[in-house]
T-cell receptor, first 114, second 115 residues
């Protein structure tokens, strides 16, 4: 079945460091891919998405490229800020037999230190 | 309302009791989802409602779990004879229409603790 695997945290970085959070997936067909973010004390919210191969989703300085050849959707940001500290979830929306739900990874806690 | 509203925000109950969790989706959103998030784990899909269609219950972990939604309004998730492994944050999300391109709008969740 469909699944998402993302790197375990916590990831601790200094302000202005480069961020990569790895995400790989297993799915049939052409799923849509998402990154959701949960800031401290807040609900989950969509950060960015990509719906077909080679698409790049971007928002708030974050980017992720849908790579079908490597079944990956890694999240990157060139210069993180303290305000980026949050839990980041990679997710996919599949095709075929699993079209009614998002499949989430386990989440990666990012802590950015000043 | 402006966002998805869930109540209660926290619930502590004794093992064996029944609990009912409520979700008010964004007005006009036809699709509604329930997820469970156990400590240190990702979100697990529980159930999906789309308009008046039969719900997708494929994620419900046991027959102690049930959910209802009338039309495009409020949904309730009921857990009967609660067990300690039911302790988790229960999240509700809604989308304007069904489909993978729709961003899911999440509530703040109900934190359920079973003693």
């Amino acid at each position: 079945g469909n699944s998402v695997t993302q790197m375990e945290g916590p990831v601790t970085l200094s302000e202005e460091a480069f961020l990569t959070i790895n995400c790989t997936y297993t799915a049939t067909g052409y799923p849509s891919l998402f990154w959701y973010v949960q800031y401290p004390g807040e609900g989950l919210q969509l950060l960015l998405k990509a719906t077909k191969a080679d698409d790049k989703g971007s928002n708030k300085g974050f980017e992720a490229t849908y790579r079908k050849e490597t079944t990956s959707f890694h999240l990157e940001k060139g210069s993180v800020q303290v305000s980026d500290s949050a839990v980041y979830f990679c997710a996919l929306w599949g095709q075929g037999g699993a079209t009614n739900k998002l499949i989430f990874g386990t989440g990666t806690l990012l802590a950015v230190q000043p | 309302g402006a966002g998805v509203s869930q109540s209660p925000s926290n619930k502590v109950t004794e093992k064996g009791k029944d609990v009912e969790l409520r979700c008010d989706p964004i007005s006009g959103h036809t699709a509604l989802y329930w997820y469970r998030q156990r400590l240190g784990q990702g979100l697990e899909f529980l159930i999906y409602f789309q308009g008046n269609s039969a719900p997708d219950k494929s994620g419900l972990p046991s027959d102690r779990f049930s959910a209802e939604r009338t039309g495009e309004s409020v949904s309730t998730l009921t857990i009967q004879r609660t067990q300690q492994e039911d302790s988790a944050v229960y999240l509700c999300a809604s989308t304007r229409v069904s489909g993978g391109n729709q961003p899911q709008h999440f509530g703040d969740g109900t934190r359920l603790s079973i003693l």
